[in-house]
């Protein structure tokens, strides 16, 4: 038996209506692209600060066990070499029993380098104020630090490529300031340090890590005794 009921006819989409849903999907999409990224920075500072802390506790311990010496550095070193002017290996496989992986060394902000720049060791070694006191190399002593809450002891660097050679695993601030760029050179010739939302993180004799926009001269020191800047 037949049916009287009339067969419903399925209304297609018109090209006005596919582009205006297009628009909204692609308006949406670039008002939730910046909250991504920006949650994805966050998530880079919270490792890094994580990666800090045990390069801290690596380096306590470090000194622990040496005389309150933490770490020296030498210059461009390799892992598994030495420098000429160094009496042992670069200052982050000193310091490798302790924090027993070299994951850690690596800020996962690198990742924002080109992939040829881009290096596993991406922390210095905070050892201007013992090169200051030696005139040369030398180990930081902690017990000469009389400000820990201030004396940077370390930080993440991501430099692209224009002070630190990518597989320098001992990189440190003896000739270079490593905490928010050289500003006496132009803007462009700045050392990309700040590697997470235009800041970094760096690590205090006392242990605790904190994101820093650049330079405080209120909370941070490079020298044993005084609250100095790095110069």
């Known amino acids: 038996m037949k049916s009287n009921q009339p067969i419903p006819v399925l209304r297609a989409f018109t090209l006005i209506e596919l582009l205006v849903v297009i628009a909204i999907i692609a308006i949406l999409a670039a008002m ?3 909250a991504l990224s920006s949650a994805k920075q966050k998530a880079w500072t919270t490792s890094c600060n994580s990666n800090l802390r045990q390069v801290g506790l690596g380096m306590r311990m470090f000194a622990d066990d040496n005389g309150e010496l933490y770490p020296q ?14 009496i042992t290996n670069g200052w982050m496989q000193q310091i490798i029993s302790y924090t027993s992986n070299t994951n850690v060394y690596h800020c996962p902000g ?31 002593k902690n017990t000469q630090i009389s400000l820990p809450a201030a004396y940077v002891l370390s930080g993440d660097t991501i430099d692209n490529a224009q002070y630190f050679d990518r597989d320098d695993c001992d990189k440190d601030d003896y000739s270079q300031d490593c905490v928010g760029g ?22 205090f004799a006392d242990g605790h890590t904190k994101w820093y926009k650049g330079y405080n001269a209120g909370e941070m020191t490079f020298r044993y005794d005084a609250m100095s800047g790095w110069e």
């Open 182 to 203: 050289e500003l006496d050179v132009p803007a462009n010739e700045q050392v990309q340090w700040q590697a997470h939302t235009k800041g970094q993180n760096l690590l």
């Open 110 to 140: 690198n990742v924002q380098l080109p992939v040829a720049n881009q290096s596993p060791f991406n922390y210095f070694n905070g050892v201007r104020a013992a090169y200051i006191v030696a005139g040369g190399f030398a180990a930081v």
């Open 73 to 86: 550095s030498g210059g461009k070193i390799q892992w598994n070499l030495t420098n000429p002017n160094a």
């Open 32 to 34: 939730l692209l910046p």
